[in-house]
């Protein structure tokens, strides 16, 4: 909470979290609690979280119930997830297509620019699929 609190007052409130490794095997219930103790606590509206999803080294996964409780309970304050758990199966595209698409198996990730967008209108497409996050 003190480094997180030190980041925030000098400007930097984006904060990539690890869950409490120390823990033996916690539940979602306490992972929960840990996350709400520390957003509650700080209590800053321009806080972002960054949940750090690494089981090799934290030995704490993170499921995505858990992450979807966290989205909903906090909002904006969960701004991401980073997950150093699998590689993805497949990418294609770059940074000169204005579209990347990455394959996790359950879950692919569109980056698109703009217009990309509009024109290839995905919500439609995916209509019945879950969206887990939107940034524009």
Same mark, same amino acid.
């Given at each position: 909470?003190?480094?997180t609190r030190s980041s925030c007052e000098a400007g930097y409130c984006n904060a990539l979290v690890?869950?409490?490794?120390?823990y033996k095997a916690p539940s979602d219930d306490g992972l929960y609690a840990f996350y *709400? !103790? @520390?957003?509650?606590?700080?209590g800053r509206d321009d806080l972002r979280i960054y949940l750090y999803h690494f089981?090799?080294?934290?030995?704490?996964p993170l499921s995505v119930d858990l992450v979807l409780r966290l989205r909903?309970?906090?909002?904006?304050?969960? *701004? !991401? @997830?980073?997950d150093d758990e699998l590689p993805p199966i497949s990418r294609e595209g770059d940074a000169g297509s204005h579209?990347?698409?990455?394959?996790f198996?359950?879950?692919?990730?569109?980056?698109?620019?703009?217009?990309e967008r509009e024109f290839y209108q995905l919500e439609k497409l995916w209509s019945e699929a879950s969206l887990l996050v939107h940034v524009v």
């Open positions: 909470v003190a480094l690890l869950p409490p490794y120390y *709400a !103790g @520390l957003i509650d606590t700080l089981p090799p080294m934290s030995q704490v909903a309970a906090f909002g904006p304050i969960i *701004a !991401g @997830l980073k579209w990347l698409l990455v394959d198996g359950g879950v692919i990730v569109h980056v698109m620019s703009k217009p």
